[in-house]
């Protein structure tokens, strides 16, 4: 069987495997381990907190081409599609190690502003940059691990698996700016200068929800995720590590403006299933999710509803109702998107 029969979640559901069932429960480490493979980040209980650690990379080819992103913009997301992995479980980003893999032919000064947008970023959010690798590679390969923590050893964590029926489905911000943003950076696209300079922004340089993951976990929001791979990808890995469905009404949806103004018709497709936006997609009771809307000045949007389905579906209505289907539902590996 090719990786391509098994696809992403087969393949991650095949190392977990392998790994859980060398687990050694005489170490450790292994008794320290909250959680491990197949959540937005790993977990394990530390001293005075619980210890949380992620790893992302961003490969040429694959995420990023030249032509649509500068070195400066290359950085900064490097570093915040992990911070949004750790802001995803309500954490705290403090340290980050990369990994660089780099042609030979590549400008000294191209690096030093990969690493201006990547400290920029790192500033903001109060991480230390401590480590790391450079390796010569035929195309250019930036691997990011952030470690974090919660604020205490009893904060609990927001996961993937504790989605209930009945539960609220909500989402911060506004979707479908980072896949407009691409589509007009590689189809060259002409908007007027306000949509163009947000669309850029929303694809190159997302905002880590850091502060609003730890208002979700203040509040009780207990299940979420980043969305990366696109709304609704990123639902069904709720979904199916919760052993739920959902519903989702599409007309709630948070079309980002300067999507809906000028994708027309495609706007809802690329809110659903274009990725990157990096927001955080979660699930608790209407009352938490009134406390949240109180707390912060963050857009919230109740989008649906966890309902007790055995198929694990996610399933779109319009306001009427009526079943939605789409022609493309998110990113993932190993398969044609």
Not at 42 to 60: E, H
Not at 300 to 316: F, H, M, Y
Request: net charge negative.
């Amino acid at each position: 069987m090719k990786v391509s029969e098994l696809g992403e979640a087969g393949l991650i559901n095949l190392i977990a495997g392998i790994v859980n069932s060398t687990r050694d429960k005489e170490a450790s480490s292994w008794q320290q381990l909250f959680l491990g493979i197949g959540d937005d980040a790993a977990a394990w209980y530390g001293d005075s907190s619980i210890q949380l650690a992620t790893v992302d990379a961003l490969r040429q080819g694959v995420h990023f081409t030249l032509e649509t992103t500068g070195w400066p913009d290359l950085g900064w997301k490097a570093l915040a599609v992990n911070l949004s992995d750790i802001a995803a479980m309500g954490g705290l980003p403090r340290y980050a190690l990369v990994s660089l893999a780099l042609p030979e032919q590549t400008e000294v000064e191209s690096i030093a502003d990969l690493y201006k947008g990547m400290t920029e970023l790192a500033r903001r959010f109060g991480v230390a940059i401590i480590g790391g690798d450079v390796d010569c590679a035929p195309l250019i390969d930036i691997s990011v691990t952030v470690i974090g923590n919660t604020r205490g050893r009893d904060q609990p964590l927001m996961t993937r698996s504790s989605a209930k029926d009945g539960d609220k489905v909500a989402v911060t911000g506004y979707l479908g700016g980072a896949a407009g943003g691409l589509e007009m950076l590689t189809k060259h696209l002409k908007f007027d200068s306000k949509a163009t300079d947000s669309l850029r922004q929303s694809f190159l340089r997302p905002c880590p929800r850091v502060a609003e993951g730890q208002i979700l976990v203040d509040k009780g929001v207990r299940t979420a995720i980043d969305i990366s791979d696109g709304l609704i990808a990123d639902l069904n890995h709720i979904c199916h590590k919760s052993c739920v469905g959902a519903r989702i009404e599409v007309d709630r949806m948070p079309v980002a403006p300067a999507v809906k103004s000028n994708f027309g018709a495609r706007a809802l497709e690329l809110a659903l299933s274009g990725g990157e936006d990096y927001e955080l997609l979660f699930t608790a009771s209407g009352e938490i999710i009134e406390q949240v809307k109180a707390s912060t000045s963050c857009p919230i949007t109740v989008i649906g509803e966890i309902t007790a389905d055995g198929d694990n579906e996610v399933n779109l209505v319009d306001g009427h109702g009526r079943p939605v289907r789409l022609t493309r539902t998110g990113w993932e590996h190993f398969k044609t998107n």
